[in-house]
């Protein structure tokens, strides 16, 4: 699956990855806040945050906007688990329906608002990540 990416999308990954030295993926800019979501290889997230999130700070610094970053996982389940955090996901099912895939995630019932996130922004990322790195179409909470 091939991701396409925005001007200013390869702007934010080239300056991301000069700060922090982490390979970036995916980026999303999200329509909602201006934040931008940025997907690292795995094995960089710990790169890409700094200690005490000194490079993520940074970052958010340089570019101007808020910076939330996930760490890839060839498997959809891990990944989305990566995705949601912190919330803490229960556990996570992905169903073919027709030739569609679909995960359903049960994450815990105090983290939903967390899963959510203010205005439903945090699902919104999630089904385009889900969609752009696993070819998963949907993304349900139950």
């Known amino acids: 699956m091939t991701i396409k990416f925005t001007a200013e999308e ?12 982490a390979r ?10 201006g934040n931008v979501t940025f997907v690292v290889n795995k094995g960089d997230f710990g790169m890409a945050v700094g200690r005490g999130g000194d490079k993520v700070k940074r970052a958010r610094r340089v570019i101007g906007r808020g910076i939330e970053v996930v760490e ?8 989305l688990k990566n995705v949601f955090l912190p919330a803490r996901v229960q556990s996570i ?19 939903k608002g967390l899963a959510v996130g203010r205005g439903g922004k945090k699902i919104q990322i999630a089904k385009k990540l889900a969609e752009r790195n696993h070819g998963i179409s949907d993304v349900i909470l139950i």
Do not use: H, W
């Not at 970036?24 to 806040?33: A, Q, S, T, Y």
């Not at 099912?93 to 983290?111: F, H, P, S």
């Open 93 to 111: 099912k992905i169903v073919e329906k027709g030739e569609k895939k679909v995960a359903m995630v049960n994450v815990e019932l105090q983290d």
């Open 10 to 21: 390869m702007r934010f990954i080239a300056s991301f990855e000069g700060l922090t030295g």
């Open 24 to 33: 970036v993926r995916d980026c999303i800019i999200n329509d909602f806040g």
């Open 72 to 79: 890839y996982s060839d498997d959809p389940v891990e990944f």
